[in-house]
């Protein structure tokens, strides 16, 4: 059986990076998914279907993992009351500077700016290329 402390611990785990670049390279590929149908509607429509499907997929999965890390994080600020502490200039205990710590590395370690970055970008071509294909390039 574990202690307390042991699942405190566990709960303010990062995470591996495999698990972060796979769930990042899952967002950003369902995410180009997603820009890419209205380009494949235009060019191969049988394909719409099934790239809608592993986008739709693909996401479920990437938000569900997001929301978890969301929900980590808020459940360590809340339990150990770091917004109140910070605040009222409270002294932070040798947990508290242990949870802050998770707490930056976690967002520091996170690629979700590129992920949006690299969204921006594709969702600027994609519309593009649609209106290209829409009135410069019909038969």
Known sequence: MTSM?????DQLTLASNYKVY??????LTTAIAFRVL???NHVQPTWVRPLWYFAVLGNFLFFFYRYQ?????KAAVSRYHL????????????????VLDYLLNSIQRS?????YLIIFVFSLIAIAVDLG????LRP
């Open 69 to 73: 890390i969301t929900r980590k994080r």
């Open 83 to 98: 917004i109140e502490k910070v605040r009222s200039g409270a002294p932070l205990s040798a947990e508290d500077r242990t």
């Open 22 to 27: 796979g769930a990042f390279v899952l967002g």
């Open 133 to 136: 294909m829409t009135y410069f």
């Open 38 to 40: 209205i380009v494949l």
């Open 111 to 115: 690629p979700e700016n590129l992920n």
């Open 5 to 9: 402390q042991d699942k405190k611990k």
